[in-house]
């Protein structure tokens, strides 16, 4: 079977706007959360985000563009043109008709959405003002994709789905798809999402889903931590190149590792909580194993879901416990999500972009503010400080709402694909 190959990498991340950035600061155990600054939280019992910082849309899209477009789209766009320049993907030489663009968000324009509603309940806001024309184009949750294509002037087939907190590593499995079906030789893949607003505030405080700690924002995140509380909500984009092999090889293009494939599997349980055996968890990591021919012994990393909730990581060490029997303690698993947030729909494809870097270099980020470990989570997870090890197979775990389980497998790059060396 022809090999998928990881190319390129683009990201903008609460620790970072572009990868080179976003991949030292996890290194070195940096954290990007901090009190909310996009409106006034002073009234929420949760007031901390993992935002973006310094962004400014103008840098990446001309003043039309941005009038059109809402900031999910922007932080797409700006991933994609990182990571197709880190592909050295000459866009002027290729066959566009052949260049596919898979870019999946959860939650997408929500701070549109509720513009336009304080406008419309705004007993002025009819005559001084109006929902703007572009409204509709810009929420629909398929324009971060097309606003990518566009940008990009890539006429392959363009996707859209939602998996809520999966979206980002469903994105790469469709892309690989797309490619092994032969309808793209190359594919522009990944998740984001931008929905810091008083609204998703509101709505996730009432379910008590966000962790509370105001007064540490740094220290709130805490993944498999005894003292755990809750997730902390952030924003971002991680865009990924794949290409066939054939295509890499005949552009001389070098690769950072192989997609080999996942699984996709569904609790069938509740809206919002995981089922609590963990048993579909692991029947995706499980399936995601044997469908690669990747034995439990041959995995190196697992890139958690990690989201600091009290069910999630229980419920994520059982499923990996089950998938991997024995093995389980003899691999490095560690959660991004300690020191950049939840990503929600850019979470998956930033787990696919640790993957491929600690494939290449021979390290894997930490799990910072692990310092009581809870029982129920005793596996190896990394903890306090980044670590040397070399990585030949990575796991990342995504674990959506509703239920939604995805798992892909990344492996280095084979002897027919030259590898992406350290720069």
Same mark, same amino acid.
């Given at each position: 079977?022809?090999?998928v190959?990881?190319?390129?990498?683009?990201?903008?991340?609460?620790?970072?706007?572009?990868?080179p950035?976003?991949?030292?600061?996890?290194?070195?155990?940096?954290?990007g +959360?901090?009190?909310?600054?996009?409106?006034?939280?002073?009234?929420?019992?949760?007031? +901390?985000?993992?935002?973006?910082?310094?962004?400014?849309?103008?840098?990446?899209?001309?003043?039309?563009?941005?009038?059109?477009?809402?900031?999910?789209?922007?932080?797409?766009?700006?991933?994609?043109?990182?990571?197709v320049?880190d592909?050295?993907?000459?866009?002027?030489?290729?066959d566009?008709?052949?260049?596919?663009?898979?870019?999946?968000?959860a939650?997408?324009?929500?701070?549109?959405?509720?513009?336009?509603?304080?406008?419309?309940?705004?007993?002025?806001?009819?005559?001084?003002?109006?929902?703007?024309?572009?409204?509709?184009?810009?929420?629909?949750?398929?324009?971060p994709?097309?606003?990518?294509?566009?940008?990009?002037?890539?006429?392959?087939?363009?996707?859209?789905?939602?998996?809520?907190?999966?979206?980002?590593?469903?994105a790469?499995?469709?892309?690989?798809?797309?490619?092994? #079906?032969?309808?793209?030789?190359?594919?522009?893949?990944?998740?984001?999402?931008?929905?810091?607003?008083?609204?998703?505030?509101?709505?996730?405080?009432?379910?008590?889903?966000?962790?509370?700690?105001?007064?540490?924002?740094?220290?709130?995140?805490?993944?498999?931590?005894?003292?755990?509380?809750?997730?902390?909500? !952030?924003?971002?984009?991680?865009?990924?190149?794949?290409? #066939?092999?054939?295509?890499?090889?005949?552009?001389? !293009?070098?690769?950072?590792?192989?997609?080999?494939?996942?699984?996709?599997? #569904?609790?069938?349980?509740?809206?919002? !909580?995981?089922?609590?055996?963990?048993t579909?968890?692991?029947?995706?990591?499980?399936?995601?194993?044997?469908?690669?021919?990747?034995?439990?012994?041959? +995995?190196?990393? +697992?890139?958690?879901?990690?989201?600091?909730?009290?069910?999630?990581?229980?419920?994520e060490? !059982?499923?990996?416990? #089950?998938?991997?029997?024995?093995?389980?303690?003899?691999?490095?698993?560690s959660?991004?999500?300690?020191?950049?947030?939840?990503?929600?729909?850019?979470?998956?494809?930033?787990?696919?972009?640790?993957c491929?870097?600690?494939?290449?270099?021979?390290?894997?980020?930490?799990?910072?503010?692990?310092?009581?470990?809870?029982?129920?989570?005793?596996?190896?997870?990394?903890?306090?400080?980044?670590?040397?090890?070399?990585?030949?197979?990575?796991?990342?775990?995504?674990?959506?709402?509703?239920?939604?389980?995805?798992?892909?497998?990344?492996?280095?790059?084979?002897?027919?694909?030259?590898?992406?060396?350290?720069?």
């Open positions: 079977m022809e090999q190959l990881v190319t390129g990498l683009g990201a903008i991340t609460p620790v970072g706007r572009d990868v950035n976003t991949w030292s600061a996890l290194l070195a155990g940096k954290s +959360i901090g009190p909310i600054s996009s409106f006034d939280a002073s009234r929420l019992s949760t007031r +901390i985000a993992g935002e973006v910082k310094d962004f400014d849309p103008s840098e990446v899209l001309d003043t039309k563009r941005l009038r059109r477009t809402a900031r999910v789209s922007q932080f797409a766009v700006a991933a994609a043109r990182e990571a320049a592909a050295a993907l000459d866009l002027e030489g290729e566009r008709s052949r260049i596919g663009v898979v870019v999946n968000t939650v997408g324009a929500m701070g549109e959405v509720e513009k336009a509603a304080r406008t419309l309940d705004d007993p002025h806001g009819r005559t001084t003002r109006r929902v703007s024309p572009y409204f509709v184009s810009s929420v629909i949750p398929n324009m994709a097309c606003e990518v294509a566009i940008d990009l002037g890539v006429h392959g087939p363009v996707t859209a789905s939602a998996l809520a907190c999966a979206s980002g590593s469903y790469l499995l469709e892309a690989r798809r797309l490619i092994l #079906s032969g309808e793209a030789d190359v594919v522009v893949c990944g998740g984001t999402d931008a929905a810091i607003t008083e609204v998703m505030f509101e709505g996730l405080t009432t379910m008590g889903a966000l962790s509370r700690l105001n007064d540490e924002p740094q220290l709130a995140s805490r993944p498999f931590d005894a003292d755990r509380d809750g997730f902390v909500f !952030a924003e971002g984009a991680v865009v990924v190149v794949l290409e #066939s092999a054939t295509h890499a090889r005949e552009r001389g !293009a070098t690769a950072y590792a192989q997609l080999l494939g996942g699984a996709l599997t #569904s609790d069938a349980f509740h809206v919002s !909580a995981p089922e609590p055996s963990g579909y968890a692991a029947e995706a990591i499980r399936q995601a194993l044997q469908r690669t021919g990747v034995g439990p012994q041959e +995995i190196d990393y +697992i890139c958690a879901h990690g989201t600091s909730t009290r069910a999630n990581d229980r419920t060490t !059982a499923a990996i416990r #089950s998938a991997l029997g024995s093995a389980a303690d003899q691999v490095a698993v959660s991004p999500k300690s020191m950049v947030g939840h990503l929600i729909g850019a979470a998956g494809s930033l787990s696919a972009m640790v491929a870097l600690a494939i290449r270099d021979g390290q894997v980020p930490p799990t910072v503010n692990l310092e009581t470990p809870d029982p129920e989570c005793d596996l190896d997870y990394v903890p306090g400080r980044a670590r040397e090890l070399r990585v030949d197979t990575a796991v990342a775990n995504a674990f959506g709402f509703g239920g939604q389980n995805c798992v892909i497998v990344l492996r280095a790059p084979g002897p027919d694909a030259p590898a992406r060396r350290l720069e």
